[in-house]
């Protein structure tokens, strides 16, 4: 049974730093890509950010320069780094594993950014 567990979210000022973590069981992660998506009240969910098996990585525009999205394939782990956060930055976050037709989710953390 594939999980995933993210961890890391909380209350930040604006300008600081948060780093989430979702550790993935149940699967062969090296082979996943892996993103970070979020979802704002009355919003659509959007991308922020991924890592194919290859290392590869992509960016919302809105993130870029502010976020980094790394992996530990030897800990199942995924990691998104988050600097300068902004109010606009408020969301719940969820973790994807993404393989051929198969993307498994996440509960989600929320990040909450006070001005």
């Known amino acids: 049974q594939v999980q995933l567990v993210e961890s890391g979210g909380g209350l930040v000022q604006a300008g600081g730093s948060l780093r989430l973590s979702c550790a993935a069981s149940g699967l062969s992660f090296s082979i996943y890509t892996m993103g970070w998506y979020r979802q704002a009240p009355g919003k659509r969910r959007e991308l922020v950010a991924s890592?194919?098996?290859?290392?590869?990585?992509n960016y919302a525009d809105s993130v870029k320069g502010r976020f980094t999205i790394s992996r530990d394939n030897a800990k199942n782990t995924v990691y998104l780094q988050m600097n300068s956060l902004e109010p606009e930055d408020t969301a719940v976050y969820y973790c994807a594993a993404s393989f051929a037709a198969y993307t498994y989710w996440g509960q989600g953390t929320q990040v909450t950014v006070s001005s």
């Open positions: 890592t194919t098996s290859g290392g590869s990585t």
